[in-house]
């Protein structure tokens, strides 16, 4: 089910992961010059998708991008395979791209202790790997495929952890943040001090509602 946001309709696509003991949220944007995807889940979850982006009426001719929150497996790992079926270019920050390329989770992070015990189960195998079609980083900007809203750079994370922030206020923040008991900075951060930061960045934005990429949508006054 879509929610109109004035501008753009958001549809948040919950897939599973880690056999069910969690889930990945990817959210589907719907604005007048077609769709723009935000994470894309893991593999094994890409029977879902399909069936959830076919229900809202994504073809080939109108899935127009394919954005990156960052480089982790769970919400890159169905990139390749979109992109060759729907010919939808994919945008990621350059500072995860290895993890994309060499399927390696912990490329270019310093490797916190809860990273490396999942590490294991989190590669993203050679068929899946890619490529991305280019890279965004701070104030990028998403007119030209029909969203008005930018990119802001939330290391902390992963080196290349980026949010999009729309005009009307919603940001779709990846893993910097969750809710899946209350509103808070995700527990598994490679550099915590750089996550604070990013979190501090964020205060300076007119941010309405959160989407963050596990658990429920919420207001940032609750966060905040």
Aim: with cysteine; proline share 3%.
């Amino acid at each position: 089910m879509f929610v109109d946001k004035m501008s753009q309709e958001i549809k948040t696509i919950k897939l599973e992961i880690f056999s069910g003991l969690a889930s990945v949220n990817c959210y589907l944007i719907k604005n007048d010059q077609g769709f723009i995807l935000i994470d894309t889940g893991i593999s094994k979850s890409r029977d879902k998708l399909e069936k959830e982006l076919k229900s809202a009426g994504v073809n080939p001719k109108n899935l127009n991008l394919i954005i990156i929150t960052h480089g982790d497996t769970d919400h890159t790992g169905n990139c390749s395979y979109l992109r060759e079926k729907y010919q939808a270019k994919i945008a990621m920050h350059h500072d995860d791209k290895g993890m994309v390329e060499k399927g390696d989770m912990l490329w270019n992070r310093k490797g916190s202790i809860l990273l490396k015990i999942i590490n294991p189960f989190m590669g993203l195998g050679k068929s899946d790997r890619f490529k991305p079609d280019f890279y965004i980083d701070d104030n990028f900007e998403l007119s030209d495929y029909g969203l008005d809203a930018k990119v802001i750079h939330i290391p902390g994370h992963s080196l290349g952890s980026i949010g999009i922030l729309t005009k009307e206020g919603d940001l779709f923040c990846g893993d910097l943040m969750s809710n899946n008991k209350k509103p808070a900075r995700n527990s598994i951060m490679d550099d915590k001090i750089t996550a604070k930061k990013s979190i501090e960045k964020l205060r300076k934005f007119n941010i309405n509602h959160v989407f963050p990429g596990h658990g429920e949508s919420f207001s940032w006054l609750k966060f905040i």
